[in-house]
């Protein structure tokens, strides 16, 4: 993957990719946040807490996390796991968080996160990745639409009745 790396390593320009770590417990915060926001959601403080806890924690098959760095401060973040799948027996890797702070935005930092992502999951032998996101988010599906493939597949979720 052109461009990105999960070691610390320049990802074009300034831009650097590289695991998250405990001292980006603010600004991670701050991108959660601000992730959360776009989607409507709030979560308690003990949610943070426990989500930054279990990114850090680099359990096999728990969330890992990369944060872009530019001029040493955090401008994006991106979550993952690793999961067991029935068609794959190599498993398949789940990208569950993206987000680049508006500034940041159509700067290479989406593309160079995601290419963190592949580059993690081809060093464990899991060729597929993939990733959801809403309909009305226009702006990541134009990049979506260049880096990946969209399936007709529709989600759903456990209802309350």
């Excluded at 979550?79 to 987000?99: K, S, T």
Aim: hydrophobic share 40%; aromatic share 12%; proline share 6%.
């Amino acid at each position: 993957m052109s461009g990105a790396a999960n070691d610390g390593t320049p990802a074009g320009g300034d831009l650097r990719i590289r695991r998250l770590r405990p001292e980006d417990r603010a600004e991670w915060g701050a991108l959660w946040q601000a992730y959360l926001a776009f989607y409507d959601t709030e979560l308690p403080a003990a949610v943070h807490d426990t989500t930054f806890a279990r990114l850090l924690d680099a359990a096999p098959d728990g969330p890992q996390g990369f944060v872009a760095a530019r001029d040493g401060r955090a401008v994006g973040l991106v979550h993952y796991l690793f999961h067991a799948h029935c068609w794959r027996p190599e498993g398949i890797c789940y990208l569950q968080d993206l987000y680049a702070a508006p500034e940041a935005r159509g700067t290479g930092v989406g593309r160079a996160l995601i290419e963190a992502v592949y580059a993690a999951a081809d060093a464990r032998g899991v060729p597929g990745v993939y990733w959801l996101t809403q309909d009305f988010n226009a702006t990541a599906r134009r990049l979506y639409d260049r880096i990946g493939v969209a399936t007709p597949f529709i989600r759903y979720v456990r209802g309350t009745g």
